[in-house]
Nanobody, 113 residues
Framework: QVQLVESGGGLVQPGGSLRLSCAASGSLFSIIVMAWYRKAPGKERELVASITGGGTTTYKDSVKGRFTISRDNAKNTVALQMNSLKPEDTAVYYC???????WGPGTQVTVSS
């Protein structure tokens, strides 16, 4: 079982940047598809980006060109670089194994002036 700890959220102005990090435990990390999800108030949780062990990425249309997911298999970490943030990006962000429904506390991202 993979255990995950997210960090890096906060308050940022529109147009700003944040970098989220996720530290994972487990010896099989390098072959697991990892993903970032988010849940905004009153909305369903949604997939933001995913990355395979080999580095192939997918993104939600609304974040393409602004967000970048990356991973370091040697350090068991996954990151989400978020640029040109918009108020509609405000949500709790979760790192997770792709397809898993076991959720941690997540990290709050608030985009507001």
């Amino acid at each position: 079982q993979v255990q995950l700890v997210e960090s890096g959220g906060g308050l940022v102005q529109p147009g700003g940047s944040l970098r989220l990090s996720c530290a994972a435990s487990g010896s099989l990390f390098s072959i697991i598809v990892m993903a970032w999800y988010r849940k905004a108030p009153g909305k369903e949780r949604e997939l933001v980006a995913s990355i395979t062990g080999g580095g192939t990425t997918t993104y939600k249309d609304s974040v393409k060109g602004r967000f970048t997911i990356s991973r370091d298999n040697a350090k068991n970490t996954v990151a989400l670089q978020m640029n040109s943030l918009k108020p509609e990006d405000t949500a709790v962000y979760y790192c997770n194994v792709y397809g898993s429904t076991a959720w941690g506390p997540g990290t709050q991202v608030t985009v507001s002036s």
